[in-house]
C-alpha cells in the first residue's frame, strides 16, 4: 500500500470532527434530549458525510482512502472472501475453546438494547453505520497517516487508538484487538476500504445475532 496518502492537516480536521461528534452524542442521548437509537444513528451518518467531505476537500480524494469507484464492487467481492475465511477460522477456534472447557461467546459480548423495538435500529446502526464510519475514520485516515511510518506500525498504532475508542471491559477487549488487526491487515493487503468495511460490518451482526440468540 502506498504511504504518505493522508496529510496531517487531513488527519488533524479529520480528528477534531469525529471527537466532537462523539463527545455531543453522548451528552445528547445522557441528558435524554432524544431517542437513542435516533441520535446513534443519525450522529454515525454526519461522520461518515463529514470525513468523506473532510477527505475531499483537504484530502487527497476518496481514493487516497481506498473508495474510489473502481474499487468499490471488487472491494466488497474480495471482502465476502475475507469475511468467509475470518468467520471459518473463528469458528474452528470456537471448537477448539469449546473442548478445552472455554465458553467462547463470553469473549464476543456484545451491549444489546434491552428494548425489543431497538434491536433492528441497532442491527443497522452498528452493524453497517458504525463499521463504515469506523473505517473511515480508523483504517482510511488513521491507518492511511501511520502507513508513512511502514505497515507494521500503522498496523500496531491504528489498532491500540482503534481499542480505546471502544468501551473497555475487565481484560483484554479480544474482540477489537483482533478485529483491529484484521481489518488493518485486510486494508493493507487489498488497497480497497470496502474490504475492511465488509469484514468489520458481517463480523459486527454475526456478534450481535449470536448474543441476541444466547
Not at 14 to 36: M, N, P, Q, W, Y
Request: aromatic share 12%; with cysteine.
Amino acid at each position: 500500500m502506498e504511504a504518505n496518502k493522508i496529510e496531517t492537516k487531513t488527519l488533524i480536521i479529520s480528528f477534531v470532527t469525529a471527537g466532537f461528534i462523539e463527545v455531543a452524542t453522548r451528552s445528547v442521548i445522557s441528558k435524554g434530549l432524544c431517542d437513542r437509537m435516533i441520535t446513534l444513528g443519525a450522529a454515525r451518518l454526519l461522520e461518515i458525510i463529514l470525513l468523506m467531505l473532510i477527505v475531499l476537500t483537504w484530502g487527497r480524494g476518496l481514493s487516497s482512502i481506498g473508495l474510489s469507484r473502481s474499487e468499490l464492487v471488487p472491494g466488497l467481492k474480495k471482502g465476502l472472501i475475507w469475511s468467509a475465511a475470518f468467520g471459518i477460522t473463528a469458528s474452528f477456534v470456537f471448537v477448539v475453546l469449546f473442548f478445552a472447557g472455554i465458553n467462547g461467546l463470553t469473549l464476543i459480548q456484545a451491549h444489546l438494547p434491552k428494548e425489543p423495538s431497538e434491536i433492528i435500529p441497532f442491527f443497522f446502526i452498528g452493524g453497517m453505520e458504525g463499521p463504515v464510519a469506523e473505517e473511515i475514520f480508523f483504517r482510511g485516515i488513521l491507518y492511511g497517516f501511520f502507513r508513512r511510518w511502514g505497515a507494521v506500525a500503522a498496523v500496531v498504532l491504528s489498532t491500540v487508538i482503534f481499542v480505546l475508542a471502544h468501551p473497555i471491559f475487565p481484560g483484554i477487549p479480544l474482540p477489537q484487538v483482533v478485529g483491529g488487526v484484521v481489518f488493518a491487515v485486510a486494508y493493507e493487503v487489498e488497497g480497497s476500504l470496502m474490504v475492511p468495511i465488509t469484514i468489520h460490518a458481517l463480523g459486527n451482526m454475526a456478534i450481535f445475532l449470536l448474543c441476541w440468540i444466547t
